[in-house]
C-alpha cells in the first residue's frame, strides 16, 4: 500500500471515529500533496510525500515557539499533536547518536577538514537521512565536529 493509500484509508476511519484533528491533519497532507501534483503535472511518489510531511513537521515546530511566545497553550497542545500524525507517516527518526555517527562517517568520506567544507559535507549527508531527521539537528553535528 503506497503512502498516498495510506493517507486515504487513514482520512476514511478518522472520519467514522470523529477524531477532527487527525481527520484535519491528514487533509492538510493531502492537500499539499494535490497542490504538488497540479503544480508540477506529476503523480507524487512516497519519497516526495515524506518531502512534505517533512516540511509540514518543520513548520509545525516553528508555529510552536510562536505560539509559546503568545501564551497560547490551547494552541501549543494542539500542534503537538499535529505532530504526532505527522510523525507517524514518516520514517522512525533517528537519534542523536546515530546522527553523530553518520556525519562522522559522510565526514570521513569527503575528508572535510574545516568549516568551510560544511556545505559539502551537508549535502552528501542530508540523502543518508531523508526523512529521518530534521536538517537543523544535522547541521548542528556537522557544525560541532568540524570544529
Not at 19 to 28: A, F, G, L
Not at 48 to 54: E, F, K, M, P, R
Request: hydrophobic letters at 35%; proline letters at 1%.
Amino acid at each position: 500500500m503506497s503512502l498516498k493509500e495510506k493517507l486515504l484509508e487513514d482520512l476514511k476511519a478518522s472520519m467514522k471515529n470523529k477524531d477532527s484533528v487527525r481527520k484535519n491533519t491528514i487533509t492538510m497532507i493531502r492537500a499539499a500533496i494535490k497542490q504538488k501534483e497540479v503544480d508540477q503535472r506529476i503523480e507524487v511518489e512516497d519519497d516526495d510525500i515524506l518531502d512534505i510531511i517533512s516540511k509540514q513537521l518543520k513548520e509545525k515546530k516553528n508555529a510552536i515557539e510562536d505560539f509559546k511566545k503568545g501564551n497560547r497553550q490551547d494552541l501549543v497542545e494542539l500542534t503537538e499533536k499535529e505532530m504526532e500524525i505527522l510523525l507517524e507517516y514518516l520514517p522512525k527518526q533517528l537519534t542523536d547518536e546515530e546522527i553523530e555517527e553518520l556525519v562522522k562517517e559522510t565526514i570521513d568520506e569527503v575528508n572535510a577538514k574545516s568549516m568551510k567544507d560544511i556545505g559539502l559535507v551537508m549535502k552528501s549527508v542530508m540523502p543518508k537521512v531523508k526523512g529521518r531527521a530534521d536538517g537543523n539537528r544535522v547541521n548542528a553535528f556537522v557544525r560541532k565536529l568540524l570544529q
